[in-house]
């Protein structure tokens, strides 16, 4: 089964557009190094909890939106083979170019498929 890399940050809602392009830039660094699906899904509907929320887990401020995406890869070796070589590349901040959010904010992991169910 496919392997997904997960994310949750906080963007400046003015950057909506800025966002959009520069996961679009992303992904074609991301795919070279062996993702087959990028996903990338702006707050729409992210309720406040009375416990936790995603808010909370990225410290968003009232002029932010939530962002959920992930990226997803044949297996987990080849998302650690991808990790390892992004932060060996010495050009990546130049392939990249400015984050436009807080990276220090996002929160990220990997997750084993557990299951895959689709509609037909």
């Keep these: 089964m496919s392997y997904i890399e997960g994310f949750v940050a906080a963007v400046p809602t ?24 990028m996903v990338e899904s702006w707050g729409d509907d992210v309720p406040t909890g009375k416990t936790t929320d995603f808010q909370s887990a990225v410290k968003a401020k009232a002029d932010e939106s939530v962002v959920f995406s992930w990226i997803e890869y ?17 050009q990546m901040a130049e392939k990249m170019g400015e984050m436009p959010f807080d ?17 037909e």
């Design 14 to 37: 003015a950057n909506k557009e800025k966002y959009r392009e520069h996961a679009s830039k992303a992904f074609e660094l991301f795919k070279n190094l062996g993702a087959t699906r």
């Design 74 to 90: 044949p297996d987990k070796a080849t998302r650690d083979a991808a990790n390892e070589k992004m932060m060996n590349d010495p």
């Design 103 to 119: 990276g220090k904010r996002m929160i990220f992991g990997g997750f084993e498929m557990l299951l895959d169910c689709k509609a």
